[in-house]
């Protein structure tokens, strides 16, 4: 990668999938949007601090990354948003490699999760244990409590943006993500499964019907965004890194478990 690609930032797969998929999540959580900034994309989630994420459009050097962080701060705290993280985009494709940067303004430096895409087969299957429901009942079922499926609301009638969970043999909704169909594209975010019910299988299987109802819908590609954690089930599944986000926060961790819109939750298959 050049010197000079890595100044104006790298428009990595699936970036669009996920701007966009910031912009119908902002129908659901009251006072929320998707900034256009000179910065690069800004989502604004007063309600919903996990989802207060801004993509760097251009690296540029130090004082110019500065200055693009005290832009981004009179956003997010205009907004009444005291925590939000910027992601720097880079072309690398390991959590190994080193940082792209070695600071951005007074941030500080949080996780990297990796971007991963893969071609849709025609040959997946769905399954009938996995159903669509809002985008919070398919967090809570990701990582938070079990819900029994009598009690899944209906999904949220936003176009492209469905909530889907896993569901168990006793009837509870135990692995939760959600999805974005943008263009040809499918994003897949949020994806995690309760923790006493990790390594069974339940994640894999959601994946699969996500991806099948994703071709079947017209997608011929999906693309996520990895913890070290979830890499190994999404390669299993045919995803290759393609690049990264070096993410960069306001203070201190976000430690709620839904951090991040688009990584993966902790997932185990």
């Known amino acids: ?39 690069g ?23 110019a990354r ?32 080193p940082d792209t940067v070695a600071d951005v303004g007074d941030l500080a430096r949080d996780v990297t999760t ?5 071609e849709l087969s025609p040959w997946l299957r769905g399954r009938p244990d996995v159903r669509r429901t809002s985008i919070e009942a398919a967090t809570r079922a990701g990582g938070d409590e079990p819900i029994p499926v009598a009690e899944l609301p209906e ?6 943006l469905t909530g889907w969970v896993m569901v168990d043999a006793d009837g509870l909704a135990v692995a ?25 299988g339940f994640a894999r299987a959601l994946m699969e019907h996500v991806l099948a109802s994703a071709h079947r819908r017209g997608a011929r590609t999906a693309t996520l965004q990895s913890t070290p954690m979830g890499e190994p089930l999404y390669t299993a599944l045919g995803f290759t890194a393609v690049g990264r986000y070096e993410e960069w926060i306001s203070k201190g961790p976000r430690t709620n478990p839904t951090r991040s819109s688009v990584t993966d939750r ?3 298959a």
């Not at 981004?72 to 992601?87: C, E, N, P, Q, R």
């Not at 999904?155 to 492209?160: H, N, Y």
Request: glycine residues 8%; hydrophobic residues 50%.
């Open 1 to 39: 990668m050049s010197a000079a690609l890595q100044r104006r930032g790298a428009t990595l797969p699936g970036q669009d999938t996920l701007v966009a998929s910031w912009a119908a999540l902002a129908r659901l959580s009251p006072g929320a949007q998707l900034l256009r900034t000179p910065v």
């Open 41 to 63: 994309p800004a989502a604004v989630f007063p309600a919903w601090a996990p989802l207060n994420n801004a993509i760097l459009a251009e690296v540029g050097a130090a004082a």
């Open 66 to 97: 500065a200055a693009a962080v005290e832009r981004l701060k009179s956003v997010y705290h205009g907004a009444g948003a005291d925590v939000w993280a910027l992601w720097v985009p880079s072309m690398r494709t390991d959590f190994a490699a």
């Open 114 to 118: 990796l971007v991963m895409r893969t």
């Open 155 to 160: 999904p949220d009638g936003v176009a492209g």
């Open 176 to 200: 939760g993500a959600w999805s974005y169909l943008h263009d040809s594209d499918c994003g897949i975010y949020a994806v995690g499964t309760l923790p006493d019910r990790r390594r069974r």
């Open 266 to 268: 902790q997932t185990c």
